[in-house]
Nanobody
Framework: QVQLVESGGGLVQPGGSMRLSCAAS????????MGWYRQAPGKERELVAV???????NYADSVKGRFTMSRDLPKNTVYLQMNSLKPEDTAVYYC?????????????WGKGTLVTVSS
């Protein structure tokens, strides 16, 4: 059974930092295109960062220069380091693992972790 489990969310003050983790089981992250998405209250889910398997990571303009996505292959975990956080970063953050077409396509989602940026 495939599981993506996000952790690391919580309350942080504006300007602070936070690191989210996404631990995978049942799949090998090195074979998948990984992404972080977020959904703020009353808004649609949006892409934060996407890391193709073996490719460069792309970031939404709103987080470029502040957020960094990385993979720890031995731990089968991806991270999202978030710095200089702003109130508008408040959202539920979701991890996504997308299978490349040569593996049959489709994707998996975690249940999300809430990040609240507030003083």
């Amino acid at each position: 059974q495939v599981q993506l489990v996000e952790s690391g969310g919580g309350l942080v003050q504006p300007g602070g930092s936070m690191r989210l983790s996404c631990a995978a089981s049942g799949i090998l992250l090195r074979l998948h295109n990984m992404g972080w998405y977020r959904q703020a209250p009353g808004k649609e889910r949006e892409l934060v960062a996407v890391s193709p398997s073996g490719g460069s990571t792309n970031y939404a303009d709103s987080v470029k220069g502040r957020f960094t996505m990385s993979r720890d292959l031995p731990k089968n975990t991806v991270y999202l380091q978030m710095n200089s956080l702003k109130p508008e970063d408040t959202a539920v953050y979701y991890c996504n693992a997308a299978r490349p077409p040569y593996l049959g396509g489709g994707d998996y989602w975690g249940k999300g972790t809430l990040v609240t940026v507030s003083s």
